[in-house]
């Protein structure tokens, strides 16, 4: 009686989450979206990846093709904070808290782009300055980067 009950609840519990999923991507449906970053609060860039986290929990990162383009003060976010006295900018954001939730974010497959200008008016070496940038992140203009997106059908969002 106690193993049936156990297989009830397991099975309620399973076509509970399942259920919530069905409703997410019917309510959502698929999503382009990108998330626009330049400014260097530490608080407001761990609220935008807080932010980013939440959408992706309630329309499943199946559904999201999700970039965050960052130009300007925005490249602090990946810029480790021994590494800003060597650059322009004033301060690197990119502790090990802020790396983790980077990457548990680039693992639900977020892209994260980098505006090559900015790391040449910010004297930015991203290969040992920035956390975790690849040559393919750097794109030429970060603001000609969200225009090109939204004119392929991404949503803007600036948290």
């Known amino acids: 009686m106690k193993m049936m009950k156990l297989w009830i609840s397991i099975l309620a519990v399973f076509a509970m989450l399942t259920g919530v999923n069905a409703m997410a991507e019917e309510r959502y449906g698929k999503q382009k979206v990108v998330y626009h970053i330049n400014y ?3 608080k407001a860039q761990a609220g ?3 932010n980013i986290q939440n959408h992706i929990n309630a329309v499943g990162a199946e559904n999201l ?3 965050v383009v960052m130009h300007g003060k925005g490249l602090t976010m ?3 904070p021994d590494a800003a006295e060597r650059t322009k900018l004033k301060q690197g954001n990119a502790t090990d808290e802020i790396q983790a939730k980077i990457t548990g974010l680039k693992d ?3 892209g994260f782009q980098v505006c090559s200008n900015t790391l040449k ?3 930015v070496d991203y290969t040992h300055d920035l956390y975790d940038v690849a ?3 750097i794109v030429p203009s970060g603001v000609a ?3 090109r997106l939204q004119a392929m059908g991404y949503s803007y969002i600036k948290p």
Do not use: I, N, S
Request: aromatic content about 0%; proline content about 4%; overall charge negative.
């Open 145 to 147: 980067e969200l225009a």
């Open 78 to 80: 990946l810029l480790t």
């Open 65 to 67: 093709d999700l970039k």
């Open 121 to 123: 008016g910010k004297k």
């Open 108 to 110: 639900q497959g977020v």
């Open 40 to 42: 260097d609060d530490p």
């Open 48 to 50: 935008a990846l807080r």
């Open 135 to 137: 040559d393919a992140d």
